[in-house]
């Protein structure tokens, strides 16, 4: 099949910190060198893409870009022997739409290292439903077990429920029979993640302890944070002795202020999560959960799609915090 053009949006820079978004024809020449040839079917939006999308230079250093952290299509061409032409396959990290051509265009060509086979019982619209924020979230829910967490243990809480990584915690969590409390500033989306499994919805202002007090009230089991700041550290500090709490998110601040006092009085283990560098043999494993033995039943209710030619107007939604769940484009439209 020859491939004459095919649609990408790209980042054009213009100047004076400005920069253009639009949905443009390319050519397989226009991609970087690579092992594989990926027809895209499906994207995902992450708040790493909307970054590079307005020409945040500490994601994506140079323009014109095509941003897009997440990929799903078929194989179209392959010089590694592993992987064939036809293949079902995932792309989400590495340098993919930071600083190589990534999953917001009809075609990427990447290395073989970052392929990672579609697992039986996933679509690739479903991969895509899931894309960095739900593999995300399994790591850190996989981190917080591995670390001692239980399902009898108590509550555990997720901050930032209504946005990516926090829907899809919310979602895995009750489907693995947690007890969640999910933490956000849009109480209006309380029937949404009453849907997604929460037994309970908090307002993140509930979260926010301006006292200097170093230890709180002990409640939860767990923490999955997206959030970052004064919700981070309040979470901290009413932790239940050797619960976990993991650090995914920066949403309202990358600070974290917070005595020693919960680590050396009560042995709460403080989990960093990072996905985009993380292993692939470890991201097959969690693929293999999320296609199975974690895959949510809430798939319809968690996500909106769209197609290339309307991602434009989502990309604006997110920076104003006004995406709830996720965005999966289409691209074969």
Not at 122 to 134: C, F, N, Q, W
Request: glycine share 10%; hydrophobic share 35%.
């Amino acid at each position: 099949m020859k491939i004459e053009t095919f649609k990408a949006l790209v980042v054009e820079e213009l100047g004076d910190k400005q920069f253009k978004r639009e949905v443009t024809p390319r050519k397989l020449s226009d991609l970087p060198d690579g092992d594989v040839l990926v027809q895209v079917e499906y994207s995902s939006l992450n708040y790493k893409d909307t970054l590079s999308a307005t020409g945040n230079k500490g994601i994506t250093r140079h323009y014109p870009h095509t941003p897009g952290i997440d990929a799903a299509g078929w194989v179209v061409e392959s010089r590694d022997k592993q992987i064939k032409e036809g293949d079902q396959v995932i792309v989400t990290g590495y340098d993919l739409g930071m600083n190589t051509a990534g999953g917001f265009s009809q075609y990427v060509r990447v290395p073989s290292g970052w392929i990672i086979p579609l697992p039986t019982g996933l679509s690739l619209k479903e991969s895509m439903v899931y894309g960095t924020a739900g593999l995300t979230a399994a790591m850190s829910i996989h981190k917080l077990e591995l670390n001692g967490l239980k399902k009898d243990a108590g509550e555990v809480l997720v901050t930032g429920a209504t946005g990516g990584v926090g829907s899809m915690a919310v979602a895995i969590l009750s489907r693995l029979g947690y007890q969640v409390v999910a933490s956000t500033g849009k109480l209006k989306e309380k029937e949404f993640l009453i849907s997604l499994g929460a037994h309970e919805v908090m307002d993140r202002e509930e979260l926010k302890d301006p006292s200097a007090k170093p230890l709180g009230k002990k409640r939860w089991a767990g923490v999955v944070d997206t959030v970052g700041g004064e919700t981070l550290t309040t979470a901290i500090k009413t932790t239940m002795d050797e619960g976990s709490v993991s650090c995914c998110g920066m949403v309202t601040s990358t600070d974290l202020k917070s005595s020693i006092f919960p680590f050396i009085l009560r042995g709460i283990n403080l989990l960093g999560i990072s996905s985009a560098e993380y292993p692939l043999s470890r991201k097959v494993v969690l693929w293999d959960k999320l296609a199975d033995p974690w895959k949510i039943d809430s798939f319809d209710r968690i996500h909106t799609e769209c197609g290339l030619d309307q991602l434009n107007g989502y990309i604006d939604q997110m920076l104003k915090g006004q995406i709830t769940g996720r965005i999966v484009v289409r691209l074969d439209t």
